[in-house]
């Protein structure tokens, strides 16, 4: 029988209750919060949508696999299993975990870039961005100008600008961009996937130019099930092959296994090269363990083995394709302003555009973020001024779906409370700094209102 409902391809085993709130106490939990969502405790918030990473549901298979972790501290049965599954889909020779993405980032540019270097990507992730700069480089966002322009429908939003970097390349000189990444999907540039022709074309301009090309792989097999759906060729293929293709096409990548490793933790750095790889571990050694756990307990490494291989399957990835569609969906349906077309793992509200009112200088992403935590208990993050200071190209509001973990119930309700978020936009006031820290300030900021 063909059916038009998309449902969860998993039925739920263990719950977690979730806590509702009267609006007078979320008033005070904000202002005790200062304004900043990431500073409120966690069972203040009925639904939590503040970031996909580490937040999703395992399977029994994982739970499973944990049970089996070998605890050595090296030459692990798990690393080998770990090590196995991430080569069986990124194909490259050396396979270092790290305890997460940033730790993955950090010992990459610590290793390849030096002062002065310049590290082209479509478009950085905060922690991308704070890694590259902290060793004295500068991060270079070169997304296409389609990939900047909320509203409009692009199937593959999040491509580099290939005559940009080309351009750039011949400005700056191949000497000073000791690597070129690709963020896939493009999480600052709402979720938007990366086309195989894109990463094609990026990977011979820097081939040509002698510059190695890392994947910034966190969303690989959301992306790889876009390009299933969306780029000719490619419908015959599995994720699991696209991906495969995708990752030949480069040198090594960064991986933050907490999103489509499906881990709660977890994370890895690989690359081709035998020279890198041996200076990396030795950082690796110094900062976060030997190099068959890396930051890692064993268990942690068998759920990221078993977690890759189910992102990979495609009624997985059909549904959660699908749920995020629906929430995206429904909300530009009734005339909200939302990057279109819908991303993979999240929903990205155009804050500019909802309260069109507030300044970008009083940070309209988190003003809108305040209100929809006050409105109906729902946790959501900024990706905008306050995030990327000046180099902010949107002020969003992103609404990350944890993976496995919410029903369409839930998901209803959160278009609820946007809707009357809506109604209600011409009240939402902006807010202003009265603390920053020193780098990757959205964390710990604090605010007041205007
Ligand atoms: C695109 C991208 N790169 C890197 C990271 C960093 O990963 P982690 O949070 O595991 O350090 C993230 C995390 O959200 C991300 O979305």
Redesign the pocket.
């Known amino acids: 029988m063909p059916t038009r409902t998309i449902i969860e391809p998993f039925r739920i085993k263990s719950v977690e209750p979730i806590h509702w709130t009267r609006r007078e106490d979320r008033e005070r939990f904000l202002r005790e919060a200062h304004y900043n969502l990431f500073l409120l405790p966690a069972d203040d918030v009925l639904i939590d949508l503040l970031?996909d990473?580490g937040t999703g549901a395992m399977s029994t298979y994982q739970w499973g696999a944990i049970q089996e972790g070998d605890e050595s501290y090296a030459g692990s049965r798990s690393y080998i299993r770990f090590r196995d599954s991430v080569q069986s889909i990124f194909g490259y020779k050396h396979v270092i975990p790290t305890h997460?993405?940033?730790?993955a980032?950090r010992i990459l540019f610590s290793t390849m870039v030096k002062p002065g270097d310049v590290v082209p990507n479509n478009t950085h992730?905060d922690?991308?961005r704070a890694n590259v700069e902290a060793v004295g480089a500068e991060a270079l966002d070169l997304v296409i100008a389609e990939g900047r322009r909320p509203g409009l429908i692009h199937p593959f939003k999040g491509n580099m600008d290939v005559a940009a970097l080309d351009e750039t390349i011949a400005r700056i000189g191949q000497r000073r961009i000791p690597l070129v990444m690709l963020?896939v999907t493009n999480?600052s540039g709402g979720g938007q996937p990366v086309s195989m022709e894109n990463a094609r074309q990026v990977s011979q301009l820097c081939r040509r130019h002698g510059i190695p090309l890392y994947f910034?792989a966190?969303r690989f097999a959301e992306n790889s099930y876009f390009i299933k759906l969306r780029e000719p060729g490619y419908r015959e293929k599995t994720p699991k092959q696209i991906a495969q293709e995708m990752f030949s096409l480069g040198d090594g990548c960064?991986m933050?296994a907490?999103?489509d490793g499906l881990a709660n933790i977890g994370?890895f750095l690989c690359t081709n090269d035998d020279v890198l790889a041996q200076q990396e571990e030795n950082l690796l050694i110094l900062t976060e363990g030997f190099p068959t756990y890396g930051g890692l307990a064993g268990r942690d490494l068998e759920a990221v083995a078993v977690g890759l291989q189910e992102a990979c399957d495609e009624d997985y990835l059909r549904y959660r394709i699908a749920s995020t569609a629906y929430l995206g969906n429904h909300l530009s349906e009734r005339g909200i302003p939302i990057v279109l077309p819908v991303g993979g793992h999240a929903v990205y509200l155009d804050a500019r555009a909802f309260v069109p009112h507030i300044p970008i200088e009083q940070f309209p992403g988190v003003a809108l973020a305040a209100e929809l935590y006050l409105e109906g208990g729902i946790r959501s993050s900024e990706i905008g001024t306050l995030m990327f200071g000046k180099a902010a190209k949107m002020d969003m509001v992103r609404l990350a779906i944890p993976r496995r973990t919410y029903t369409q119930s839930h998901i209803d309700f959160v278009i609820e409370v946007v809707l009357e978020a809506w109604k209600n936009r011409d009240r939402v006031r902006g807010l202003r700094l009265t603390y920053e820290p020193p780098f990757l300030r959205h964390f710990t900021a604090r605010l007041e209102p205007v």
């Open positions: 970031s990473s997460q993405g940033r730790a980032e992730f922690t991308t963020t999480n910034d966190c960064t933050s907490k999103k994370g």
